[in-house]
């Protein structure tokens, strides 16, 4: 069995949804970024807390009909490439400072 | 289309109200020469109606969320209020005069995540800035609080209003902003009191100078092509009833301490207030902001027939100032004239029977120019 990851939202950015995806903006450079229905889901669900695996079998599975194995794998490689643009952290324990983020 | 077009256009398509400028307070510790506010408190929302207005603006799906003045630092909440907008994930942007920011206050808005701050500068010479303001030791105070905030890492931009006081010394707060690694723009144009008395519309710069200012390519930066291109010729008649003037009212829109709404803080024509109804119900059912969101370029009197058509700035804020809505902005036609030296259909037409107005400077030719783009010709500071 995998380690288990969580997700934990960053809090040095500014975030809203218009429609059906997420608008992500980095104060530091004002860099905006789109996320799309899956990814903004991820983040909704990011409270630091919550494992990966429990997030992809409540939240994706159900809404996109795929096995949960393929669908943590995907999750795995989207929650990664948001964690390098520093919109998500990704740590392998549940995060100390999760608290206000549920 | 960039993110930002795209983020834009869909909150247009949506109906989300993507940018909302607050202001917390018309008291200030200065008294600018050509400030439009009553300085007087008549009455604040308090820090509970202010968080619960933040509430209702996530709601409502705000993104951009300004916080300006009369100046910020004089409400003793204030830290309180931006620590809730961006618990609400608001990207916020703060509108001062920096004259009471400390080491201390400067690193807590970088903690705080606040996008810019942006800072108002009149002159890179003291006693001309302290002569606006009003507020001897103010250039000093200023500066240093802008210094504070780039050292905490925060992004600080000077805005520098342009009047006949200080027109000649952009140029030097330019050079003055570069130094210090600050982002500069610069705001050619003094518009009138919210009560509507325009008398400090007379601070204006001649057209000259103004005309000079329109054609420095320092200041026109990614913007130069648009803004120097020969008039556009009027507006398709197809186009012109279904294009928008501005966003005013349509993704974005103003609400003053008081919790009066209006479509933009240049355009102070109530909608509604939040001390009377719910935020979401004046943006979705205010008949007057409705009436705003009808107008079309074709119902302009005399613009959508105008050469500048398209390549016009007009603010619909200024023209209701100037008495109709969906009238002239005589401000925005004169600016066009500087720009280009061709008078617009309603110049033309005020100045009746009088000679056709001489060109300040002739349309100049497109140079290479930089990227950034420093210049906001009618910003509210």
Known sequence: MSTPLFLLRSDNVAARRIGDELMIMFARDSSLFSLNETAALLWDAADGRTPLAEIVARELCPRYDVDAATALRDATELALGLAERGILQVGERPFADAGDAA | ?381
């Open chain 2, 1 to 381: 289309m960039s993110v930002m077009q795209d983020m834009g256009a869909r909150a247009m398509a949506l109906g989300i109200p993507l940018s909302v400028q607050l202001d917390l307070t018309y008291r200030c510790n200065e008294r600018c020469i050509h400030c439009y506010l009553d300085h007087e408190d008549h009455g604040e929302m308090t820090t509970a109606e202010i968080l619960g207005l933040l509430d209702q603006l996530a709601a409502a799906g705000v993104f951009f969320l300004n916080v300006s003045g009369g100046e910020i630092f004089v409400r003793p909440d204030l830290f309180t209020i931006i620590e809730h907008a961006r618990k609400l994930q608001f990207s916020v942007k703060l509108k001062t005069n920096g004259v009471m920011i400390r080491e201390a206050k400067a690193r807590r808005i970088a903690a705080l995540g606040v996008e810019a701050v942006q800072i108002s500068l009149y002159s890179h010479d003291a006693a001309t800035h302290d002569k606006i303001t009003k507020l001897t030791g103010s250039f000093k105070r200023t500066v240093e609080g802008a210094r504070l905030l780039r050292d905490a890492g925060v992004k600080v931009i000077f805005a520098n209003v342009l009047m006949q006081q200080n027109a000649d010394h952009y140029k030097q707060v330019q050079a003055l902003a570069a130094e210090m690694g600050i982002r500069y723009e610069v705001d050619a144009t003094i518009t009138p009191m919210m009560d509507g008395d325009r008398g400090i519309v007379a601070l204006n710069m001649d057209g000259g100078r103004l005309a000079a200012i329109m054609h420095d390519t320092t200041l026109l930066g990614d913007q130069a092509e648009r803004l120097l291109a020969a008039p556009s010729g009027p507006t398709p008649l197809d186009e012109a009833y279904e294009t928008l003037p501005c966003s005013a009212g349509h993704t974005a829109c103003y609400v003053s301490p008081y919790g009066d709404v209006f479509p933009c803080v240049q355009f102070p024509f109530k909608v509604g207030n939040v001390r009377e109804q719910a935020f979401i119900d004046i943006w979705k059912h205010s008949p007057q902001l409705n009436e705003v969101r009808a107008i079309r370029v074709g119902d302009l009197e005399g613009c959508s027939s105008c050469v500048h058509g398209s390549s016009c700035n007009r603010c619909p804020g200024l023209a209701y100032l100037e008495g109709n809505m969906r009238g002239p902005s005589i401000q925005d036609c004169e600016k066009s004239f500087a720009r280009t030296g061709v008078p617009s259909y309603n110049l033309q037409r005020k100045q009746g029977a009088r000679a056709t107005p001489q060109p300040a400077v002739a349309a100049m030719e497109q140079e290479s120019l930089p990227a950034a783009h420093p210049v906001v010709w009618m910003a509210r500071q």
